[in-house]
Structure formats: structure tokens, C-alpha cells
């Protein structure tokens, strides 16, 4: 059967490899990448939420390497996809390769050539090839599918310490301004008031719509028609078929519960009692692997409370927010959600973004701090989202909650990031008030 299919693939992966060399790179919407995207000797895995952008990634990877001088025939990109590449195997990729140094044989040991490989997850046993390709050739690689091991951190395992991640997440507020044509400020500290209006109705549609590419310039419904597509076949694919869960109800209740409450507290012993309650039959071990799952195909992404010790931290409750603003009213039955959680939200998206570790403040007094953010390197910051300032009595919580935080954290600085920070007065100096649309395009704010 390999015998067979040996000359078919040849042509095949010789036809798409002359058509990426030679065709227009696609263009889409440049996405920032907070640190390096690559090193000497490992293979880069862009991993993220399925549909988040991650294929038109690895196209601005080619597009900018191509306008700082590298030649198109040193960018190769293949898609495994392709329904004409089925039945490849491992040992067929060395077919790619051969091709490839066959057409350019000068470039062969002395040229890097960065190879784009998209859905390689469809060939068996790539994993192999891909580190005998780093070992044997000058080259640098960049991976990316829509499977669940592609889409999450089990690739670096599969790399054997052989890879690189890079997360690309839906659209950041500043990406969002981006793909929709409106200008950026070069400093955000000295923007018109007209310009800083219609920042801040675009932050009001980002933290309606979402970031997600697909989902831009659609009507709610339709929206939300796709996004909840996105949901189901993120459940599907990267958890029911790929951990085999027989346990599909208890998995779409906690979908539910998670994406319909942003920030929230979860508690697997709550939810194992409501769901007791209700009449379902589920283990406590099968909700800890459940909430594992959602956030390894980063559909949802957790904050532990911070705490002195590892014990002290499991037995909290920790707060789960969706990856996108956009899923929030889609499962949101209460009507209790609202723009200060989606916005808390992206706030907690943009700092992993950013790269940083993200816990959050309990203190001894009952006050509570969403975010307290590090990053080696750089002091610690507590911040604190609060979407309305106009009522003195929800000023003077948040305000409260940060000092009293300060109290044991005393080397981070304070943020405050609102909506409305014209309704700032009378907060100390020591806290800094940023307007979120601020926050969010000035990144030095955010890890000062």
C-alpha cells in the first residue's frame, strides 16, 4: 500500500510546495506576539483555541520574513489537510524534504529555510520527523493544527524538549482596532478627546463582539450561531473524542456554568453537590479532569487565589473566565452578566498575553483583589476592574481591597482599570487609574 501511494504523494506534496513558493502570501490581520517566537534547535508550536487565527499566523510569520529579504523559495508552507495528502505516513514527509533541496540545492547546509507545516497532526508520527529535520538540516519550523494535542501544551511533551510555544489567542482590544481599519495611538497618554470617544465606543463593541476573526462584522445572531459551533466542536473533538468522556451531560453543565459566569468562583465540591442535587450521576475526579480538559483546549482559563502554600491554594475556590468576551452573553442565562465581566475578562486574557503569572488576592479580611500579576524580572502588580465608578460605595470596595492587599503585598503597584475614570476622584495617589481602553493599549502600563 506505502509503495502505491510513494509516487502519488511525491506529486502531490511537490504541486502544494511549488504553489507556496510562488504564490501570494496570504495577509491577514498582524498579530502581537509578547517575547520570541522561536529558538535555535526547537520547533515552534502555535498553539491557542481553535479558530483564534493561528494558520493566518503562521503566514505573517512567512510574510515578514519574506519583506526583510528572505526569498519566498526559503518559506515553504504545507497543509495536511489536503484531502490529496490522505494515507501520508512519517516516513512519506521525507519525500517533502527531498523535493524541496532537489529544487534548491544551494541552499541545502547553508541557507535557513523556515517551514511552515499546518494540521501536521494528520501524519502519524511527524513528531519524529520533525526532530530528525531539526537535527540533520539548517532550518527553523513552525507547527500549527486543530487537533487537541495541537491545540494545547501536550505538543511540547510530544517534542520531547524540542519545542517552542507561541499562544495566539483571539484578537487583543489592540488587534480588534486593527482588523477593523481605526487608528492605534502612538501615546496614549496624549490622545484628543474626539479620539479618545471613539476609542472607547470600540472598546464597547470589542467587549460585546469578541476577538474572535470569524465573528467580526457579523450580526448577534449569526454571532452567536458560530461561536456556540466553536464551543461544541471544541467539546467534541478536544475532549469527548480525545479523552474518550462518556460523561457528556455533566460536561455541556459545566460549560455552561463556566462560560455563563466569568470571574465567578468555582468549586468542584459545589458543583459536585449541585450537580448531586440534580440528580446527577458524576465523580468528583471526573469534574477535576472536566475543568482540566476545558482549559487545556483553552476554551477557559483559571486563576487560583494566591496563597502561601500548595495545599492552601487547591482548597480555595479559583475564578474561570471564558477565553473570548464574545462567549459570555451566549451562555449567560441570568442576565447578570455585563460589561464589567466581560471586561475583567479581557483584562485576564491580556495578561496572559502579556506573559505573565496571574493569581488572585484573598485577604484577611474578606477583601478581594481580581488580579495580582508577575513577571520575572518586574515588581508585581495588583490590579483591580472595575467597569462603573460612579457609585461612591463601589469606589470605595475596590479602592479598600487594593490598599488592604498592599498590606502584605507591599512591593506591587496598584491599578485600577475602568470604563469610567472620570468618576476617579478622591482615590489615592498610590493607585494608579488607568480607563481600560488605556490599559489595554499601552503594555508598559500594564507591567510597570
Not at 506576539?33 to 483555541?49: H, L, R
Not at 487537533?147 to 517552542?164: D, H, I, K
Not at 484578537?171 to 480588534?176: A, C, D, M, R, T
Not at 474578606?366 to 476592574?385: M, S
Amino acid at each position: 500500500m506505502a509503495d502505491d501511494l510513494t509516487p502519488i504523494l511525491r506529486q502531490r506534496l511537490a504541486e502544494q510546495l511549488g504553489a507556496s513558493l510562488s504564490a501570494t502570501i496570504p495577509a491577514g490581520t498582524p498579530r502581537r506576539v509578547y517575547g520570541s517566537v522561536s529558538q535555535p534547535g526547537k520547533a515552534t508550536a502555535v498553539i491557542g483555541m481553535r479558530r483564534a487565527g493561528k494558520t493566518m499566523f503562521l503566514h505573517q510569520l512567512r510574510h515578514e520574513r519574506r519583506t526583510s529579504g528572505i526569498p519566498q523559495e526559503r518559506l515553504p508552507y504545507i497543509n495536511f489537510e489536503d484531502e490529496r495528502l490522505a494515507g501520508m505516513e512519517a516516513k512519506h514527509l521525507g519525500l517533502l524534504v527531498e523535493e524541496y533541496y532537489r529544487r534548491f540545492p544551494a541552499v541545502r547546509g547553508h541557507e535557513m529555510v523556515t517551514w511552515c507545516l499546518d494540521e501536521i497532526q494528520q501524519v502519524p508520527g511527524w513528531e519524529r520527523f520533525v526532530r530528525r529535520l531539526l537535527d540533520t538540516e539548517k532550518v527553523e519550523i513552525f507547527l500549527s493544527g486543530s487537533s487537541a494535542a495541537l491545540l494545547s501544551r501536550e505538543v511540547a511533551t510530544s517534542m520531547r524538549g524540542r519545542g517552542w510555544e507561541v499562544v495566539i489567542h483571539p484578537f487583543s482590544f489592540e488587534e480588534f482596532l486593527r482588523h477593523h481599519g481605526e487608528a492605534i495611538p502612538a501615546d496614549v497618554k496624549a490622545v484628543a478627546p474626539t479620539e479618545r470617544s471613539t476609542l472607547e465606543n470600540a472598546l464597547g463593541r470589542y467587549l460585546e463582539v469578541g476577538g474572535f476573526p470569524e465573528a467580526q462584522g457579523l450580526d448577534a445572531a449569526d454571532r452567536y450561531e458560530l461561536l456556540l459551533r466553536y464551543v461544541d466542536v471544541a467539546m467534541l473533538r478536544d475532549i469527548v473524542e480525545r479523552h474518550n468522556v462518556s460523561n457528556v451531560v455533566a460536561l455541556h453543565w459545566l460549560v455552561r456554568q463556566l462560560l455563563g459566569s466569568p470571574g465567578g468562583l468555582f468549586s468542584i465540591e459545589k458543583c459536585y453537590a449541585r450537580l448531586k442535587s440534580q440528580g446527577f450521576a458524576v465523580s468528583r475526579d471526573t469534574l477535576y479532569a472536566l475543568a482540566r480538559y476545558l482549559e487545556d483546549c483553552f476554551l477557559v482559563r483559571t486563576v487560583w487565589m494566591e496563597a502561601d502554600s500548595e495545599r492552601q491554594r487547591m482548597v480555595n475556590p479559583r475564578k474561570v473566565y471564558p477565553v473570548d468576551p464574545g462567549l459570555i452573553p451566549i451562555f449567560d442565562r441570568t442576565g447578570r452578566a455585563n460589561r464589567g465581566h466581560s471586561l475583567e475578562a479581557v483584562v485576564r486574557v491580556e495578561l496572559e498575553r502579556r506573559r505573565m503569572e496571574v493569581t488572585y488576592v484573598k485577604t484577611g479580611d474578606g477583601f478581594e483583589v481580581d488580579f495580582l500579576a508577575r513577571r520575572p524580572g518586574l515588581e508585581p502588580i495588583l490590579i483591580q476592574v472595575a467597569a462603573d465608578l460612579d457609585d461612591p460605595a463601589v469606589k470605595e470596595r475596590e479602592v479598600r481591597a487594593l490598599l488592604a492587599a498592599r498590606e502584605k503585598h507591599r512591593r506591587a503597584s496598584m491599578h485600577l482599570v475602568t470604563l469610567t475614570p472620570e468618576a476617579a476622584a478622591g482615590i489615592p495617589d498610590s493607585v494608579s487609574v488607568y480607563s481600560a481602553w488605556q490599559w489595554l493599549l499601552a503594555p508598559l502600563l500594564a507591567v510597570a
